[in-house]
């Protein structure tokens, strides 16, 4: 198990390594500088400028610069907020995400697979058709679309929940953003549950199971769960992955002081060092998660740790 | 048509729901290209009379217009249209370059098929979202590297699909027979294994279709994607989500196209594999 574990580990760390290179040269590769569009500066104003944030060296200079910084943990200035570090930014913006991301998951997990098995369980029946339904509507919608339409019911009309806005400490903020974030996956991973279910529930052993007078209860629990969540732990990545992308645009519209919306405004104003930061961040997150998920498979699945 | 389609065909039609989700498609396909056409109005005129107007039906606003006084109608279905097209686009692309590559690879097997499903595996570990994101930034936007960027991302599965299809047809015997003859590589891929393939292609093509509008309209929403003046489905949506309290339909009209686009697409390529009878990938 330690040795799959360390094999994983050796395979992400170089995947981590690639992709801050090849953001870093994508980058520099850029036509025109950061400062190009803002009106145009004196020259010797612009040579300060270039001299400050270290664009006069040769790139790869730069690359070592960037590169040795970041082993401490720090991503550079921010081109376009003066005042402040990449690094701080990141600092005030990731427990936020980290904080509706996580509760998304959860929630996602927590309904999403007694969902599945509830209609699996109860197969052709109106509730399994009305639980199927729901799942391809939330599949259907995106995020993008869900948020503003529960703000518009919850916010606007029936004036329950804020629209959007963020107090420190208030879960009213976070929960039409979570709610919309997590449906999409929530919905597929009942659809998964419950086609995996069906699947497991026509082996012999489950039949045996039954043969033997177990009640459904404890067939489901003991024998048919750990099974059909297979497909559930190799979705999780995906899950994790639409989750964080999800979380751009959840952020940015209601106004989530997060990652995610610092990368879309960074996006938008073009500020390359915190741009390049927050994917860096997102994707040792994304990672991390990957590496995570391979631990529990392999839990889940004696299998996969014999596999070379 | 060969028996086995017409079975398959007749399959999809006697299942209610892909069968009604495909008429949907092609009502909503034959609005977006036809509707423009019978409104006064174009997409991007601006009527300073009639601003931010609920729908109805006074200058033929019939979904009512915006903050700009442009109107809804004909922008929600260019705009479907426009999504419509990216989606269409972006998977022809990927489509090409997923098979090519699979069949390839799956054909030759052995170290070429090692090294090339290597390389898979490494882009796949990407976040390629972010990347893409990345890129638009860095490059500017426009239409064209939208298309090769949403391409580059959805190649991937395409290709895995093919591969692993590719692998288990190579050992038919009529490949065999094929190779015994002296027929090229080049010839057996094109002639014995690609319409072998139809079916697979087919399923995840359109199942690649809802992805993609969704990724664009997503890129869009955050002013990654389409920029003015051109609409898509994501821009209008983010209009809409700015003018909640002042007008509702702004959100509602082009967000339920876009839900509907996406669930009958969805539909459709769940009901093209359970007639095509694939296994998933």
């Known amino acids: ?91 005030q913006g990731f427990p936020v995400t980290l904080r509706l991301g996580s509760i998304a998951i959860a929630l996602a997990l927590l309904l999403g697979i007694p969902l599945g098995v509830i209609a699996a369980v109860r197969h052709n029946t109106a509730l399994d058709y009305a639980t199927m339904s729901l799942a391809v509507l939330g599949i259907a919608i995106p995020a993008f679309v869900l948020l503003p339409a529960l703000g518009l019911l919850f916010g606007i009309y029936l004036r329950w929940l804020p629209v959007a806005g963020w107090e420190p400490g208030s ?28 699947e497991v529930l026509q082996s012999h052993y489950i039949r045996t199971a039954f043969a033997k007078g177990l009640p459904l209860r404890s067939v489901i629990l003991r024998h048919a769960l750990r099974p059909a969540l297979m497909p559930v732990a190799s979705y999780l990545v995906p899950a994790i992955a639409a989750i964080m992308t999800g979380s751009l645009v959840v952020e940015s519209i209601a106004g989530l002081p997060g990652i995610g919306r610092y990368l879309v405004q960074g996006a938008v104003n073009r500020d390359y ?29 004696p299998r996969v740790r014999v596999r070379p | ?95 090409l370059v997923g098979i090519a590559y699979g069949a390839v690879a799956g054909y030759f097997g052995g170290r070429i098929d090692h090294l090339m499903m290597r390389v898979i595996e490494i882009i796949s570990g990407l976040p390629l979202i972010f990347f893409v994101i990345f890129i638009t930034v860095i490059f500017g936007r426009n239409i064209y590297l939208l298309f090769l960027s ?104 082009p967000g339920a196209f876009l839900a509907l686009l996406m669930l009958c697409l969805n539909l459709c390529g769940d009901g093209l594999r359970d007639a095509l009878d694939v296994k998933e990938g």
């Open chain 1, 273 to 301: 060092t915190l741009v390049l930061g927050m994917v860096i961040i997102y994707s040792a997150l994304l990672i991390g998660m990957g590496l995570l998920v391979d631990l529990l498979y392999a839990w889940l699945d």
């Open chain 2, 1 to 95: 048509m060969s028996a086995p389609m017409q079975d398959a065909a007749g399959r999809f039609r006697s299942n209610p729901a892909a069968f009604a989700a495909a008429l949907i498609v092609a009502c909503i396909v034959v609005l977006s290209i036809a509707g423009p056409w019978f409104s006064p109005n174009g997409h991007d005129t601006l009527d300073w009379l009639h601003v931010a107007m609920r729908p109805g039906l006074p200058q033929a606003h019939w979904f009512g217009t915006d903050r700009l006084g442009r109107d809804l109608f004909v922008r929600t279905l260019v705009g479907t249209r426009v999504s419509l097209t990216v989606g269409l686009v972006a998977s022809a692309v990927s489509l």
């Open chain 2, 150 to 253: 949403i391409g580059a991302v959805a190649w991937l599965t395409m290709a895995r699909i093919v591969r692993g299809q590719t692998m288990s047809i190579r050992r038919e015997e009529y490949i065999e027979a094929a190779v015994a003859c002296g027929a090229s590589p080049a010839r057996i891929i094109l002639r014995h294994v690609l319409p072998n393939l139809v079916g697979v292609v087919v399923v995840y093509a359109t199942l690649s279709v809802p992805q993609i509008i969704l990724f664009e309209s997503f890129l869009s929403f955050l002013g990654l994607g389409i920029q003015e003046p051109s609409v898509s489905l994501g821009t209008l949506v983010a209009d809409g989500a700015g003018e909640l309290e002042a007008a509702p339909w702004m959100l509602l009209i």
């Open chain 1, 1 to 91: 198990m330690v040795r799959y574990f360390l094999m994983r580990l050796a395979t992400a760390v170089p995947t981590l390594f690639i992709i801050v290179t090849l953001a870093f040269f994508i980058m520099r590769a850029a036509p025109g500088g950061p400062f190009d569009q803002e009106q145009t500066l004196a020259p010797d104003i612009m040579e300060n400028l270039q001299n400050a944030y270290g664009l006069d060296q040769p790139v790869w200079r730069q690359y070592l610069r960037y590169m040795g910084s970041l082993t401490h943990g720090d991503f550079g200035p921010s081109f376009k907020y003066k005042d402040f570090t990449v690094t701080e930014l990141i600092k």
């Open chain 1, 171 to 198: 879960p009213r903020y976070l929960l039409l953003p979570t709610v919309a974030l997590a449906l999409p996956p929530l919905a597929y991973i009942a659809r998964l549950t419950r086609s995996s279910m069906l």
